[in-house]
Structure formats: structure tokens, C-alpha cells
């Protein structure tokens, strides 16, 4: 079946490293959508990607889909202790309007 | 303008009781799903409702597990005679017209213990 994987599943940096999360999944998908949710929080949208190889920048954060559009990820550069959270990915199979989200990353940043 | 709401935020039961769920969508969202989040767990998908077409039931984990949308706005997740695995975050979450490429809007989540 449809699977989405995500790694790492936990990160600890210190400020102002960078931290990177790879979304891989067992198909290949229309378009995948990158959420954040902060501790406590509910999921909130952050970006979709639609075409292969696309990249994306919003600030410190780049986001890439692969050219197969099989995998993707987001890298943060610089971190600050505001992008502590967990990132999911979401990936849209071609058929179907069901997302199917990874895993998750949970990342802490260590002032 | 007002998001998506849920309701009640936490819900405490006993094994074998029944427990509904509330999700108000944001007004105008044709698209409504349900997923559920374990603890430090991804989001897992439970049901999705469009319109008025037949909803796609295809992650409810269990014949216990059931849901409803009234009028194409409000929906209610039934859990019926609960167990302790069905604690978890529920989480609902609308889009304009659950298109392909539409951004998922999330509610707060009920939080649902079992004992």
C-alpha cells in the first residue's frame, strides 16, 4: 500500500545550525504539501510542491521535490528556536484526493 | 474569519462507552477530514467528505468507528463501546473544494483519553 516515510524522526540542533528532513515515498505523487505543528499545536501549511524538481524558498526554508516526484525534503537554514516544532510531509498519490502524511520530524533547538 | 473548530478539546471516558466528536469547518469549505494522531505519531487518515458525493471511508480502522456531515457543514466522528488504542489526538481539517492541489486547514483537535 501507499506509504509516505519521513527521517529523521527526531533532530537536536544547536542555534544556528542547519536541519534538513527527507520525505520518501513508496509511489510516485502528484504534488506533496509540507505542514508544521508546533508542540501542542495543530498542523499548519507551510508549502506545496507540484512539479518535479521544484524548488521552493520561504526565508530560511527550502523546500525540493525530486525529479521522479517520488521524494522530497526541507532544509532550515540557520535555525532559531522558533522552528521548534514537528515538520510533516503530505503526499498526494496521482488517483485519489486522499494525502497520505509522513511520519513527522520533531525538531528541537537548543539555544 | 472564524477556522476550523472542534470540539469539546479533551474528552475523558471508560472502556466501552460511546463518544462523539464535533468538527465546525471554516464556512465555505466543501471538504471535510478526519485524521488521527497517537502519540508521537504521524497524522493517520480516517475519512474524507466532499460535497455531497459518497464519503471515502477508506481509513476508518474499525466497523466501531463512524462518521456523519449534516448539511454539508458540520460533521460528527462516532466512536462507539471505545478502547484504550483509540486514545489519541482527533484532528479535523477542511479545504475550499478538496481539490488536488487545495491547503488542508486544521482545528485544534480533541483530545481523546480511554481508561
Known amino acids: 500500500g501507499q506509504q509516505v516515510m519521513q527521517i529523521p524522526q527526531y533532530q537536536h540542533v544547536q542555534e544556528g545550525e542547519d536541519f534538513t528532513t527527507y520525505c520518501n515515498s513508496s509511489t510516485t505523487l502528484s504534488n506533496i504539501q509540507w505542514y508544521k505543528q508546533r508542540p501542542g499545536g495543530h498542523p499548519v501549511f507551510l508549502i506545496q510542491?507540484?512539479?518535479?524538481?521544484e524548488v521552493k524558498k520561504q526565508k530560511r526554508l527550502t523546500f525540493q521535490f525530486g525529479e521522479a516526484k517520488k521524494n522530497s525534503s526541507l532544509h532550515i537554514t540557520a535555525t532559531q528556536t522558533t522552528d521548534v516544532g514537528t515538520y510533516f510531509c503530505?503526499?498526494?498519490?496521482?488517483?485519489?484526493?486522499?494525502?497520505?502524511f509522513g511520519t513527522g520530524t520533531s525538531l528541537t533547538v537548543i539555544p | 474569519g472564524a477556522g476550523v473548530s472542534q470540539s469539546p478539546s479533551n474528552k475523558v471516558t471508560e472502556k466501552g462507552k460511546d463518544v462523539e466528536l464535533r468538527c465546525d469547518p471554516i464556512s465555505g469549505h466543501t471538504a471535510l477530514y478526519w485524521y488521527r494522531q497517537s502519540l508521537g505519531q504521524g497524522l493517520e487518515f480516517l475519512i474524507y467528505?466532499?460535497?455531497?458525493?459518497?464519503?471515502?471511508k477508506s481509513g476508518l480502522p474499525s466497523d466501531r468507528f463512524s462518521a456523519e456531515r449534516t448539511g454539508g457543514s458540520v460533521s460528527t466522528l462516532t466512536i462507539q463501546r471505545t478502547q484504550q488504542e483509540d486514545s489519541a489526538v482527533y484532528l479535523c481539517a477542511s479545504s475550499w473544494a478538496g481539490g488536488r492541489t487545495d491547503t488542508q486547514y486544521f482545528g485544534p483537535g480533541t483530545r481523546l483519553t480511554v481508561l
Open positions: 467528505f466532499q460535497g455531497n458525493s459518497a464519503p471515502d
Open positions: 510542491l507540484v512539479k518535479s524538481g
Open positions: 503530505a503526499g498526494l498519490p496521482n488517483t485519489g484526493n486522499q494525502f497520505y
